[in-house]
């Protein structure tokens, strides 16, 4: 069942908390940690599962990062069809494990290399969303009308929703390569 809620202020701060966890784990082979996704834009509905996205310079050092995420109890899963950026998911609630035992929210953690067309078009859409209160609106109608139409199907949640993504990424110059390949990887064939 797709679960779409309004925007949570805890969010950011769990991103955070995790964000600091990554820093102390990876700091020396790592370019940033970036929130991405629509729990990055304040007022938007969306999963609540946060997209977070680990930022290396070249791939030289993965399998390194790779390492380091599978010892705080991740599953690295690949590239899952999206070139330069690569996929963990937890193994349990309580991952990343650390000096607590706490349980986390969901996430979807990824390491991108920097500059990958995945990762441009992470930060392009939150920070046009960031600076288009309307469109913010705009998409969170969308996403709750998807939700309740496929509400178990999230291959034609994600397909239906490329249009209005495409369309920013285009006005933000996103080449018509890049919008292909995300219209393909999303299921999107009109």
Known sequence: MINITAYDTSWPKIFNELKNIYLQLLSDDIVSVEHVGSTAVPGLYAKPVLD???????????????????SVGYIYRGELGIEDRFAFSQAKDEVPYNTSTKSWMKHN?????????????????????????????????????????????????????????VDILEKQGVEKSAIDQIKNANGYDR
Not at 55 to 64: A, G
Not at 125 to 151: H, R, T
């Open 52 to 70: 977070i996205d680990i930022i290396i310079s070249n791939k030289s050092i993965l399998q390194n990062i790779i390492y380091k995420l599978e």
């Open 109 to 165: 953690l990824y390491v991108c290399i920097e500059g990958s067309l995945s990762l441009r078009n992470h930060l392009l859409l939150k920070d046009y969303l960031l600076q288009n209160s309307e469109k913010v609106e705009e998409y969170s109608m969308l996403k709750q009308k998807l939700a309740l139409q496929y509400i178990d199907d999230i291959d034609n949640y994600v397909k239906y929703k490329t249009p209005f993504i």
